[in-house]
């Protein structure tokens, strides 16, 4: 029960590596909130953690949906120790002059303004408390970007660098920031980062560059989530955790 006592909120928690996470978040003691703005499945999956979890519907580029976010944690645990930024967006796999200005917004909105909103919402309480954990989902695609994600790669590498920046600015508040570098994983977003259907051919393309022989899961990364948000790491921060199969070798 590394995370007894705990309380976090997951976005992106609906499906995917958020739901991992989430999961195993409660499997280990702590009370969470799934947020997703699929808000069904939000709820389907707080339902099935069962009491000590709670479903929250949120667009988190939306600046008062944030604030209902750590309302719900609030109001139903009392406070907030985790912070997870997992909700992601990608453009499909194209060449980069094709991406039209709307999906670029969108995919820089989701990935980088939305850790900006949350950061401006709960940086305070944390402050307030003396402590405070956040775990940013970047990429490998920040660190060793493929052609044709071109956008989706910067903004990930964006997310990347605030992490690093917000971990010297709030370590004296005793606020630890560090973010995971999945490589490509089995998740509802996987034909978009391929640009080609889900086929088993198709992934042995994207599979052969990396070492340990698989796409990530998102046990793989609840896994790693854990371990940085639990006392396990209270002298981590500031780190990108590359959780690749040793594709960024």
């Not at 499909?92 to 990935?111: G, I, K, S």
């Amino acid at each position: 029960m590394r995370l007894a006592g705990k309380v976090a909120i997951v976005t992106g928690a609906a499906s995917g590596f958020g739901e991992g996470i989430a999961r195993l978040y409660a499997e280990q003691g702590a009370k969470v909130v799934v947020a997703d703005l699929n808000g069904d499945g939000a709820g389907s999956v707080a339902s099935d953690i069962g009491q000590n979890a709670r479903a929250a519907q949120v667009d988190v580029t939306r600046v008062e949906d944030v604030k209902r976010m750590i309302g719900v944690a609030t109001q139903n645990f009392g406070n907030v120790d985790i912070l997870v930024n997992n909700a992601g967006f990608t453009h499909a796999n194209q060449p980069l002059m094709n991406v039209d200005e709307e999906t670029y917004d969108r995919v820089f909105e989701v990935n980088v303004k939305a850790i900006y909103l949350a950061t401006m919402e709960i940086v305070p309480l944390w402050r307030q408390a003396g402590h405070g954990v956040m775990v940013n989902v970047a990429s490998t695609a920040g660190l060793r970007p493929r052609p044709g994600l071109t956008w989706y790669n910067a903004s990930k590498g964006a997310v990347i660098t605030m992490t690093k920046s917000m971990a010297v600015e709030l370590a004296p508040d005793k606020i630890r920031v560090n973010s995971i570098c999945p490589v490509i994983g089995e998740t509802g977003l996987l034909e978009k980062f391929m640009g080609q259907p889900d086929t088993p051919e198709n992934r042995k393309k994207f599979i052969s560059t990396i070492p340990l022989g698989r796409m990530s899961k998102p046990k793989d990364i609840a896994s790693a989530a854990l371990f940085l948000a639990s006392d396990d790491a209270e002298f981590v921060t500031g780190v990108a955790l590359e959780v690749d199969g040793g594709r960024c070798v």
